[in-house]
């Protein structure tokens, strides 16, 4: 069966959008599915979905936590981002020919500005996902990391234009979540630990492995701590935590049904930044 058989023709209003408040996520899942139809060329019903998303323009669009919409905009937003950033994926491996030799120049330029493309659509996501964390604020973790699930999957049906995603497909599509999953972990464990100013790297700097910066001061300069984030497959407990010479790398066990680190954890990372943070100290003296 065909996505789009499944949802039902409603009303779009783009003037909603252009006041703050985005059309529900059935409302637009219509829409793109409508143009994911068109084609059944992967590379051009990506780049379709792409456009689409762009015309709601989340980077410009300020979501109102005081409105009676915020939840339904933001997971709205949520979607969005999902669409935009599988559609990159699916770009980027569209992009790497089948023999090694052919991947240079503008073939390989190409792949890289997916790449960026995709890793900014995630940036996105992990900022709309601290929105939907507060505003369902409640609802308990169990419940919020299956509608996150959803959101991933509805998206991945919707770029394949069919509800009979494969395991494998959907597996891949549960990796993208767990590992953007273990980042907002990792963000949030920092600011609650005191390191507020903590935020996620640029779309450059998590191409070159850092997925988020700890800035501090050290001889009245300002730098930072640059962390890079890997999420552990397996039951096995605690963070690994390994020192490199400008920052650090966690692997963060994923096994559990939680959206924040546990106390422990929490605090062996803590006292690994402090440790790290003194020996950068040293160092300057």
Request: proline share 4%; glycine share 6%.
């Amino acid at each position: 069966m065909s996505y789009q058989e499944r949802l039902r023709p409603q009303a779009f209003n783009m003037q909603d959008a252009l006041r703050g408040q985005l059309p529900t996520v059935d409302v637009i899942e219509q829409n793109f599915a409508d143009l994911a139809s068109r084609s059944a060329n992967p590379q051009q019903r990506a780049e379709m979905l792409i456009r689409a998303t762009q015309r709601y323009g989340l980077d410009s669009l300020s979501i109102d936590p005081m409105s009676e919409t915020y939840g339904s905009d933001v997971v709205s937003s949520l979607f969005i981002d999902a669409v935009a950033l599988l559609a990159y994926s699916q770009l980027a491996d569209l992009a790497i020919p089948s023999e090694e030799s052919k991947f240079k120049g503008r073939r390989k330029s190409r792949f890289i500005g997916h790449v960026l493309k995709k890793i900014e659509s995630k940036k996105n996501f992990l900022q709309h996902l601290q929105d939907y964390v507060g505003a369902f604020e409640g609802a308990g973790d169990p419940l919020l990391l299956e509608g996150l699930r959803t959101v991933m999957y509805e998206a991945k049906c919707l770029l394949e234009d069919d509800l009979d995603i494969t395991y494998s497909r959907i597996n891949q599509t549960n990796g993208e979540l767990i590992g953007m999953l273990a980042e907002h972990k990792i963000l949030m464990a920092l600011r609650a630990s005191g390191w507020e100013l903590a935020t996620y790297a640029s779309a450059e700097e998590d191409l070159a492995q850092t997925d988020i910066k700890l800035p501090f001061v050290t001889n009245r300069r300002l730098e930072s701590l640059a962390v890079q984030v890997k999420a552990k497959k397996g039951a096995d407990p605690g963070l690994d935590i390994v020192h490199t010479p400008d920052g650090f790398i966690v692997r963060v066990p994923m096994s559990r049904s939680s959206l924040n680190l546990p106390s422990d954890e929490a605090g062996q990372l803590e006292q690994a930044v402090l440790a790290k943070l003194d020996i950068l100290a040293g160092v300057a003296l």
